[in-house]
């Protein structure tokens, strides 16, 4: 790879991509509009996207019923955390630096939905039975301060076909037993139960 072509200036930028879009700004709100909230109402995934005070990265996948992200206002949304692998990655980094970010989607829908905003971390009883799921109520939430909404257009769903279920891999298999196993040198019977362990999880811990 040559560093003679790498891009360093936003003027180098402009000059392969080409210039901004007139206009195309103005797509950016600060606040849930009625386009917004509809789309978030019928969305069961989103990512959530973190960083810590050195700029260093997490996304993390959240999903539930469609409209699990609570709307509380045109400026407020509650993501509820669910029981999980207690890593807490993104916990720890909204702590540090409240910056986040959100993708929403919806299955078969190639448009996209991105919030930028402030988190702040919250375990107030009443929120938490708000965010209930499967009679359970949160274990967490995230309160999340809207600063910036904008729908992404389809062209990265078109390009990877994501949604035609006919141009789909065969499905893969993630063996966290097997990477376990692996890296521990431990042999095909520990593999199995930590595969049955993390199966008894799925069923149990939702």
Known sequence: MNPEFDINSEAALREVIGAEIPGLKDKVLSHIDEF??????????????????????????????????HIADEKTLWVPDRPGNKLAFGHQNVLNNPRVGLIFIIPGTNETLRVNGRGQLNN?????ELLSARGKPATLA??????????????????????QPEKWPERHKVSFGEMFAKRKSQPQEVADAVDGAVEADYRENL
């Open 36 to 69: 917004a909230s509809a789309f978030i109402q019928k969305s069961p995934f989103v990512i959530l996207a973190t960083s810590d005070v050195d700029g260093n990265i997490d996304a993390s996948p959240k999903g539930d019923g469609p409209g699990f992200i």
């Open 124 to 128: 107030d009883p009443k929120v938490l």
């Open 142 to 163: 995230l309160r999340v301060d809207v600063e910036e909404m904008f729908f992404h257009c389809a062209k990265a769903f078109i390009r990877s076909d994501l949604w």
